[in-house]
Nanobody
Framework: VQLQASGGGLLQAGGSLRLSCAAS????????MGWFRQAPGKEREFVAG????????YYADSVKGRFSITRENARSTVYLQMNSLKAEDTAVYYC????????????????????WGQGTQVTVSS
């Protein structure tokens, strides 16, 4: 499975941005999807996850109420809608795919994902 993330950019605090991640080379609907981010000098961290069906979503506490993850299996694409952006949201954002089932804790684990996109930079100025 190949993943291509896009939609990053530079914007001011309080703004909105939608990231997309297009998958190819596999059966997209089999995979749970996640978004992670990595800021300079920090470890990669979980942002949001969505089950293969889209019926279950999970979020890091830092983005709850501001970010929304959705997917369109017909388009083999997962999205991350980011609203009310803050300077601390600045990072490279990565999408990932994994054959995940079960509880939310699994979605937050980087090792649960088998495939990763190349990342897209999001920079929020305060």
């Amino acid at each position: 499975v190949q993943l291509q993330a896009s939609g990053g950019g530079l914007l001011q605090a309080g703004g909105s941005l939608r990231l997309s991640c297009a998958a190819s080379g596999g059966t997209f609907s089999r995979y749970a999807m996640g978004w992670f981010r990595q800021a300079p000098g920090k470890e990669r961290e979980f942002v949001a996850g969505i089950s293969w069906s889209g019926g279950h979503t999970y979020y890091a506490d830092s983005v709850k109420g501001r970010f929304s993850i959705t997917r369109e299996n017909a388009r083999s694409t997962v999205y991350l809608q980011m609203n009310s952006l803050k300077a601390e949201d600045t990072a490279v954002y990565y999408c990932a795919a994994g054959l995940i089932s079960g509880i939310s804790d699994v979605y937050t684990n980087l090792n649960a994902y088998d495939y990763w996109g190349q990342g897209t930079q999001v920079t929020v100025s305060s």
